[in-house]
């Protein structure tokens, strides 16, 4: 039960842990501003769905402009 609490708390204030030099990053920095550390990238199929989300909403729009003019 602690570590879901703990899991929690890290979705509310996004935050990682240098593995370089232990200092904790906002999340969404790409390198450390202490020792620049490369981070490895986040999750990127949150990043595939929102381009995926964007495409079909954009795509429906276009056809349906197309469509009018
Ligand atoms: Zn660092």
């Known amino acids: 039960m602690r570590l879901v609490d703990i ?3 890290a979705d509310e204030f996004p935050e990682q842990e240098c593995p370089s030099c232990g200092l ?3 999340a969404g920095h790409e390198t450390c ?5 490369e ?3 986040q999750k990127p199929a949150v990043r595939w769905m929102a381009w995926l989300f964007a495409c079909l ?3 429906p729009l276009m056809w349906i402009l197309d ?3």
């Open 7 to 9: 899991s929690d708390k």
């Open 24 to 26: 904790h990053v906002e």
């Open 33 to 37: 501003p202490w020792c620049h550390y």
């Open 39 to 41: 981070f490895p990238p």
């Open 57 to 59: 909403l954009i795509l």
């Open 67 to 69: 469509r009018i003019f």
